[in-house]
């Protein structure tokens, strides 16, 4: 099956920085790509969702000034943490497709292997 | 009321019997379902996806939709200790293409 890979998959940052997360759709391109977030536990939610070239939708609730994503060409996105908090630890988890529909008409989607993000 | 309703469990069940795992949603538009499993500290895999109504097998997984009671279930015969882990199930609402998960359902397979 075609591979996402995530980048870094433990990051450790002081409170206050900011921290990037990169995610490669490695043997296809991905049109859309997703970020959640999961926190112990708790099931994965939907952060945003992005698309090649164009600004990212965020979810409700998501502030877009404190995650920024980035999704400048068809193989790769990035989730930045600005200033992040303690709070902001947590297990972040990118996904991609290759179309814009998912299901019995659309394209799969594939989960990258996910990053641990631990703010202290 | 939440989009995709899973119950959290845990759920027991001994080894070699069939598990049953359900999930209720609220979107009637809703398309497209799928089933995950996720070990702890580990990203979700994809184990089934189901579209029509009726029920769908694969292996020793067995997914079935209900679109008019709004229910999708797994069924897993012949269950193993490495079948314990937590199951997602997701869905796309109103036919976009994000997915929607459910809180998941930890089960555990005893010996």
């Known amino acids: 099956g075609a591979v996402v890979s995530q980048h870094p998959s433990r990051v450790i940052c002081k409170s206050g920085t900011s921290v990037k997360i990169e995610c490669r759709s490695l043997?296809?391109?991905?049109?859309?790509m997703f970020w959640y977030r999961q926190f112990p536990k708790q099931s994965l939610m939907l952060m945003a969702t992005?698309?090649?070239?164009?600004?990212?939708?965020?979810e409700q609730g998501v502030e877009k000034d404190k995650f920024l994503i980035n999704h400048a060409s068809l193989t790769l996105s990035t989730l930045t943490v600005t200033s992040a908090h303690p709070e902001d630890s947590s297990f972040y988890i990118c996904?991609?497709?290759?179309?814009?529909?998912?299901?019995?008409?659309?394209?799969?989607?594939?989960f990258g292997e996910g990053s641990w993000l631990t703010v202290v | 009321q939440k989009e995709v309703e899973q119950n959290s469990g845990p759920l027991s069940v001994p080894e070699g019997a069939i598990a049953s795992l359900n999930c209720t949603y609220s979107?009637?538009?809703?398309?497209?379902f799928f089933w995950y499993r996720q070990y702890s500290g580990k990203s979700p895999e994809l184990i089934m996806s189901?579209?029509?109504?009726g029920d769908k097998e694969d292996g020793r997984f067995t997914a079935q939709l209900n679109k008019a009671s709004q229910y999708v279930s797994l069924l897993i015969r012949d269950s193993q200790p490495s079948d314990s882990a937590t199951y997602l199930c997701?869905?796309?609402?109103?036919?976009?293409?994000?997915?929607?998960f459910g809180q998941g359902t930890r089960l555990t397979i005893n010996p």
């Open positions: 996904s991609a497709s290759a179309g814009t529909a998912a299901g019995p008409t659309g394209n799969t989607i594939y």
């Open positions: 043997d296809f391109q991905a049109t859309t």
């Open positions: 992005s698309n090649e070239g164009s600004k990212a939708t965020y």
């Open positions: 979107d009637r538009v809703s398309q497209s």
């Open positions: 189901i579209y029509s109504n």
């Open positions: 997701a869905l796309t609402p109103g036919g976009a293409q994000k997915l929607v």
